[in-house]
């Protein structure tokens, strides 16, 4: 019988792409998980797992285990639910800022549905002002966004810089004017970008719009302007503008907001996930 411990690594392995990082999400050694994934082949047979020196990758194998591995531990969690002494029911509604979607909402996702299947769980995703504003108006119980240094809603998870992004800078930056590619009012990235510009008295102008991080994405690697984001949420294609090319960018802080008077089991449960998953 397989052992639902190597599966619950070897899944999370594919999530992380790596194992130190799946050794930090599940709080084991990386030693351990390396134990599970030869242990689980060993098991079958086969060679599940491809290693190098840059990638963890799965092999054809490892693929067509992946799907079924999910399966058996949703069924297992379902099953530990079922029985538990604490079941938790009923619905909570869920605000995403846009860049963390884009980056590293699925695992959080997976694991929240696997763990608690009887708890409806409605996502929205927009932009960090909106998602406050749609929270004041009590239509959101729990907001994961952004928010700028020196303000205090909210609690911590981490701080990170904002870094410039272009997929070649020596183009963009021949004229006098930067172009920027950013989200619609009232980003926080925008906002952050413009006034750094504006400190230093440097022109710029807004070649490019949009609500979604995908479509901001295509446009800079199109060559169409500079793009601001959190460094470790760079979107792939693009490389970071050297320092003194560009204002200095303030750091922003990623918060999560609960709505008082929400549920505060579904809110703790959602929220534990999110700090598991989302702290560096």
């Known amino acids: 019988m397989l052992n639902l411990h190597h599966l619950e690594s070897f899944v999370m392995l594919q999530q992380a792409g790596s194992f130190t990082a799946a050794a930090?999400?599940?709080?084991?050694?990386q030693s351990t998980i390396s134990q599970h994934i030869q242990r689980l082949e060993k098991s079958l047979g086969r060679q599940l797992v491809q290693r190098d020196t840059h990638q963890v990758r799965l092999t054809a194998d490892g693929e067509a285990l992946l799907g079924y591995a999910?399966?058996?531990?949703?069924?297992?969690?379902?099953?530990?639910?079922?029985f538990g002494e604490s079941r938790l029911r009923g619905r909570l509604r869920l605000g995403v800022s846009e860049d963390v979607v884009a980056n590293r909402l699925t695992s959080i996702l997976e694991d929240f549905t696997r763990l608690h299947?009887?708890?409806?769980?409605?996502?929205?995703?927009?932009?960090?002002?909106?998602?406050?504003?749609m929270q004041e108006a009590?239509?959101?119980d729990l907001v994961l966004a952004k928010r700028h240094i020196g303000e205090t809603h909210g609690r911590l998870l981490y701080r990170e810089p904002l870094v410039w992004l272009a997929r070649d800078a020596d183009v963009l930056l021949r004229d006098e004017?930067?172009?920027?590619?950013?989200?619609?009012?009232?980003s926080i990235t925008r906002k952050v970008a413009q006034q750094a510009l504006d400190g230093k008295k440097i022109a710029w102008r807004i070649v490019?719009?949009?609500?979604?991080?995908?479509?901001?994405?295509?446009?800079?690697?199109?060559?169409?302007?500079?793009?601001?984001?959190?460094?470790?949420?760079?979107?792939a294609g693009l490389r970071?503008?050297?320092?003194?090319?560009?204002?200095?960018?303030?750091?922003?802080?990623?918060?999560l907001v609960p709505r008082r008077g929400a549920d505060a089991a579904l809110v703790e449960a959602v929220s534990s996930l999110i700090t598991a998953r989302i702290v560096p």
């Not at 531990?73 to 099953?79: A, C, Y």
């Not at 949009?210 to 979107?235: D, I, K």
């Open 208 to 235: 490019c719009t949009c609500g979604s991080l995908s479509g901001l994405t295509a446009a800079a690697r199109a060559g169409m302007g500079v793009l601001v984001q959190p460094r470790s949420m760079a979107p």
């Open 240 to 255: 970071e503008i050297a320092p003194g090319r560009l204002p200095d960018l303030e750091d922003i802080e990623f918060v």
């Open 177 to 186: 004017t930067v172009p920027l590619i950013a989200f619609p009012p009232p």
């Open 24 to 29: 930090e999400r599940l709080g084991i050694g």
């Open 117 to 133: 299947p009887w708890v409806d769980l409605e996502l929205t995703v927009a932009l960090s002002g909106v998602l406050f504003q």
């Open 70 to 82: 999910r399966g058996m531990l949703d069924l297992n969690g379902k099953v530990v639910t079922l």
């Open 138 to 140: 009590g239509e959101l």
